[in-house]
């Protein structure tokens, strides 16, 4: 039978969870599901990708409504997608809309991204509302290690990671490009470690390789890795592009060799894949349950140590003055992707969860749905808007609809 799927994602700005609900949206489809997308901003560079991967696009904004009565909000516009399956990427009220819902529709949480002791609110989102969450999704095995630690009795968590939407064109390397051609694609915030990136360039330029590297991205720590850059001298070495789409990255990857990921911490990197998927060299930070379980070292990539820029410099004099070698990683890294991480393999993963049901008695109890009195549960109203924070992003909205344009409520 043909399944309704429902994915909700924060909004449309480039990131992982729009990653994720694009790749999976286009694979659902494929697999003959009805696919509808909740997002509760419409504004974002992927608008027009989501309408391209969707059946029906959903926008549900809170503006001055209280917790409660958006709840409510939110709840009509889920039941009238009549979902079989709710997959949720870190949306606070869809999470609070869980225990309001017919107990028949599969509820998945998915957590993309953390760092233990750090950054954990994915995982107090998607453990919010247990007894109605029939499996939790973790994007990688170190973030399913630190979510089984916390011991949050009778959660199903499995590990899947982010997919590919397509395997693209084949691009043969097989000579190593001079100037040596590198890429850095992500947000540009502190987690990735932009210091590091640009300490490996400049080692690169002290011992005379020439190379150029585009960096595409954009975020917290742009204006001052820009700075940086122009006081290292290296203008002419780096390409700053700020952020892209999916087809944009897709022509900077056909465009370069080296792919260089420096980052403190990562889930399943999607970047990476995609830079895999097109053929490039991956030289990654070691990241034990991340990167090392993508990466077979020397092999499909390299993990380097983003503390010792030497090993990102060795690694490509090596591959320099090994052209057969440069070939054959780069051969295996696209086919990596294509056995283990493509989009339509993962969804079916996904789709081995659809129809579990979380037997907790709690999840029985017959006074639930239909329900008169809406609540956002305890522990998510620190991540659900109050009055102060409402205000100041409706303003916020107000400047993004000039710049964006006002989008459709819902297209069907």
């Not at 070939?327 to 079916?348: F, G, H, M, Q």
């Given at each position: 039978n043909v399944r309704r799927v429902l994915i909700c994602c924060p909004d449309f700005e480039i990131g992982g969870f729009s990653s994720h609900a694009i790749n999976f949206g286009r694979a659902f489809r494929r697999l003959g599901c009805h696919v509808s997308c909740l997002v509760l901003e419409p504004f974002g560079k992927l608008y027009d990708e989501f309408l391209n991967s969707f059946d029906d696009i959903i926008i549900v904004r809170q503006g001055l409504q209280s917790r409660n009565k958006f709840l409510r909000q939110v709840i009509q516009r889920v039941m009238q997608s009549q979902p079989d399956v709710i997959i949720n990427s870190a949306v606070p009220f869809v999470q609070a809309a869980f225990p309001y819902l017919p107990v028949e529709i599969t509820r998945i949480s998915v957590i993309h991204g953390m760092l233990e002791g750090k950054y954990e609110h994915e995982i107090d989102i998607a453990s919010a509302n247990a007894a109605w969450v029939d499996a939790v999704v973790a994007v990688s095995e170190n973030i399913r290690t630190v979510v089984l630690r916390r011991n949050l009795t009778g959660l199903r968590v499995v590990t899947i990671p982010v997919g590919m939407v397509e395997i693209p064109p084949l691009i043969p390397r097989v000579t190593v490009a001079k100037p040596l051609r590198l890429v850095f694609v992500g947000r540009l915030v502190r987690q990735k470690n932009l210091p590091g990136l640009l300490r490996v360039a400049q080692q690169l330029y002290s011992i005379g390789i020439p190379f150029t590297l585009t960096v595409a991205g954009d975020g917290l720590e742009a204006a001052k890795f820009r700075r940086s850059v122009l006081a290292s001298g290296l203008i002419n070495q780096i390409k700053i592009l700020g952020p892209l789409t999916h087809n944009e990255i897709g022509k900077v990857f056909a465009q370069n060799d080296f792919f260089l990921m420096t980052s403190h911490y990562e889930g399943t990197p999607h970047t990476l894949l995609e830079a895999m998927a097109h053929g490039l060299i991956v030289l990654a930070n070691r990241l034990p349950g991340s990167t090392d379980q993508i990466i077979a070292h020397g092999i499909n990539g390299f993990l380097c140590n983003a503390a010792e820029p030497s090993?990102?410099?060795?690694?490509?004099?090596?591959?320099?003055?090994?052209?057969?070698?440069?070939?054959?990683?780069?051969?295996?890294?696209?086919?990596?992707?294509?056995?283990?991480?493509?989009?339509?393999?993962?969804?079916?993963?996904?789709?081995?969860?659809?129809?579990?049901?979380?037997?907790?008695?709690?999840?029985?109890?017959?006074?639930?749905?239909?329900?008169?009195?809406?609540?956002?549960a305890d522990s998510l109203r620190p991540y659900c808007p109050g009055l102060a924070r409402k205000i100041k992003h409706r303003i916020v909205g107000i400047w993004a609809c000039m710049a964006c344009g006002k989008r459709s409520v819902t297209r069907r």
């Open positions: 090993s990102y410099i060795d690694t490509m004099q090596q591959l320099i003055g090994n052209p057969r070698l440069f070939a054959a990683v780069s051969e295996a890294a696209r086919l990596t992707i294509v056995k283990k991480y493509n989009a339509d393999a993962l969804a079916t993963d996904y789709a081995s969860l659809f129809g579990t049901m979380n037997t907790d008695p709690l999840r029985q109890s017959p006074h639930v749905y239909p329900c008169k009195d809406f609540r956002v």
